[in-house]
């Protein structure tokens, strides 16, 4: 059964610092050293847990003036997950495309201006991108492949408009991510996790 948006409301609620801006990426089968050095990043200190690569993304901010972005990864079956607070790398098409090549890469985005995005790649092609709050509006070469699982998941199109709508994107976005990836994020992952940690130029 695909996941929905309502597994996924412990995250704000759980961690509101991280969900306030962040990008999620999953990588199939790229080692989070590989997937670093197809970013041209380097290493960081080693952090456990979202707390802990929070503060880190935030002190590489101050200290780069805002130029370098710190990525958490960790491996989760055979995946990669990447976590980077306050960052964006995941969901721009021209970092994340070259580095899908050979795998699948889906990402998604949140700023604290309610800007999103989610990007479904395969081998460096768009399968599927749009923003969550608006999934009518989709693209890429498969846009319409999964979208009886984006309405299962929660996503409110146009038709289906509610009071909740802006505020279930987010945890559909985790839903949908799910469904692609047969990922579950959890608390206990995000909060016990080592991560391999790095940065990478902002462009």
């Known amino acids: 059964m695909t996941a929905t948006a309502a597994d996924y409301v412990w995250f704000n609620e759980r961690f509101p610092d991280l969900a306030e801006a962040y990008c999620f990426t999953l990588v199939h089968n790229l080692a989070p050293e590989d997937v670093l050095a197809r970013l041209e990043g380097q290493s960081e200190p080693s952090q456990t847990g979202v707390e802990a690569i929070t503060e880190a993304a935030f002190e590489l901010l101050d200290r780069s003036d805002n130029t370098q972005q710190f990525i958490a990864m960790t491996t989760v079956g055979d995946w990669t997950l990447l976590i980077e607070p306050v960052g964006y790398i995941g969901v ?24 999103d995005s989610f990007l ?84």
Do not use: K
């Not at 795998?103 to 985005?109: E, N, Y």
């Open 92 to 115: 721009t098409e021209e970092r994340a495309l070259p580095v899908s090549a050979g795998t699948c890469w889906v990402s998604h985005f949140v700023n604290i201006n309610g800007v």
């Open 120 to 203: 479904w790649a395969q081998d460096t092609a768009v399968r599927l991108m749009f923003e969550p709050a608006v999934p009518d509006r989709r693209w890429g070469t498969t846009p319409d492949e999964v979208l009886e699982a984006m309405h299962h998941c929660g996503f409110q199109f146009w038709n289906e408009t509610s009071d909740t709508a802006e505020y279930l994107a987010a945890e559909a976005a985790f839903a949908l991510t799910e469904h692609l990836t047969g990922v579950r994020i959890t608390p206990e992952l995000l909060q016990n996790s080592p991560f391999v940690c790095g940065s990478a130029e902002i462009r």
